[in-house]
């Protein structure tokens, strides 16, 4: 990778804090395994928003897949749907995502940004459906973009070809990176961003279920469970927003035990080893998402890096379980894990 790409796809804001107290979480904690547990007929398998899945993790939403590898987002699609792991595409997506789900039907999750008004987020949001993805990611934690110096020191650009087509219509996208000249931050966003009457008019618009992104806060994740939404995801963004919030992992659980177990929580952020994927779920999450593994893996390789790393997590997660003594993942309890926090 180009130390431009690597200053975009791995760094995080600011000091990196939240960057490191993502993988610090999980490098802290443990599972006790119980061996000798009858583990016959074991499976990763699982159910989210009532349809299958065959591991419990996703590709997380990153944007402009096309800086790494010529098929961009198609690459990392197929490069998941060979391990049968689902990908979200990015609003990002420096592919058109019509011709994104000709060539991967199992991608059907749209993650989208607020995008300045009711109206325009709609319609970006319906285009989505109308090119068949069933589910929609709202984004809510990234209103404008975080203080990324890393990205600046390395002088990182998006080249003129690589765009993110499917907002082409969109007039003014709200993670524009602030332009030379312009004065404070809150007069020029502020105005545009969204409040929770804002989601909650989408959610009961839309004719699809919405999961918001970006839940670091009990109350937050009650309030979405309050106006509908379908499930949310506990996230930070990968350390890229707000340098200086939690680790993912060490807020998950209250977030689970605000809303019961029974409601689909995801995580992200930090996750780099099956065995962190034992400890999200044992800490209450339903499923996580799996960013810059997958960066790495479409950077080095394409199609094939990226199914690489994914075929790597699956077979790690069930060695995992395999050691825990977990035959499935409803094995997959709370008292297994310490957080040591
Ligand atoms: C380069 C990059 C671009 C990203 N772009 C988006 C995006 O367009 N939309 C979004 O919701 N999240 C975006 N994210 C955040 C990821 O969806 C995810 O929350 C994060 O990468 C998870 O952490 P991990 O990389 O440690 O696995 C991006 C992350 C990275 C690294």
Redesign the pocket.
């Known amino acids: 990778m180009s130390a431009e790409n690597s200053a ?3 760094a995080g804001a600011g000091d990196e804090r939240t ?1 490191q107290a ?2 610090h979480a999980f490098a802290r904690a443990h599972i006790t395994p119980r061996p000798l547990r009858s583990l016959g007929g074991g499976s990763t398998a699982t159910t989210l928003l009532g349809k299958p899945l065959a591991a419990p993790f996703l590709v ?5 897949h096309r800086l790494l590898d010529d098929a961009g987002e198609i690459a990392t699609a197929r490069g998941a749907e060979a391990q049968e792991i689902k990908m ?1 595409l ?4 420096s592919v058109d995502m019509t011709r994104l789900r000709a060539a991967a039907q199992s991608c059907d999750w749209f ?1 989208l ?1 607020w995008m300045g008004s009711r109206e325009a987020t709609h319609a970006v949001a319906q285009s989505a459906l109308t090119a068949g993805f069933t589910t929609i ?1 709202l ?1 809510i ?2 209103p404008v973009q975080g203080v990324r110096d890393r990205e600046i020191e390395a002088r990182f650009r998006l080249p003129p070809d690589i765009t993110p087509v499917n907002l082409a219509h969109v007039p003014r996208p709200r ?1 524009a990176p602030l332009a030379d000249g312009q004065s404070l931050v809150f007069d020029r966003i502020a105005p545009d961003l969204p409040d929770w009457d804002d989601v909650a008019w989408l959610i009961e618009t839309m004719n699809a279920p919405v999961v918001l ?2 839940i670091l806060h009990p109350e937050d994740a009650a309030k979405a469970v309050q106006i509908g939404a379908a499930g949310v ?1 506990v ?6 927003v707000l340098d200086g919030a939690p680790a993912t992992l060490d807020v998950l659980p209250a977030i689970v035990a605000k809303v019961g177990s029974a409601y689909p929580v995801l995580v ?5 080893r099956g065995i962190d994927i034992l400890v999200a779920l044992a800490s209450g999450a339903k499923a996580v ?7 790495c893996g479409l950077a080095v390789a394409g199609e094939l890096g990226v199914s690489h790393v994914l075929r790597l997590l699956r077979d790690e997660l069930e060695v995992a379980m395999l050691l825990a003594g977990c035959a499935t993942i409803d094995d997959i309890t709370p008292e297994m894990v310490h957080l040591n926090r």
């Open positions: 975009y796809f791995l960057l993502n993988a997380a939403p990153f944007a402009y979200i990015s609003a990002q997506s993650q940004y990611v984004t934690d990234a993670f992104k970006g995801i996230s930070n963004h990968g350390g890229r992200d952020g930090g996750i780099r998402l799996v960013g810059r593994p997958v960066v």
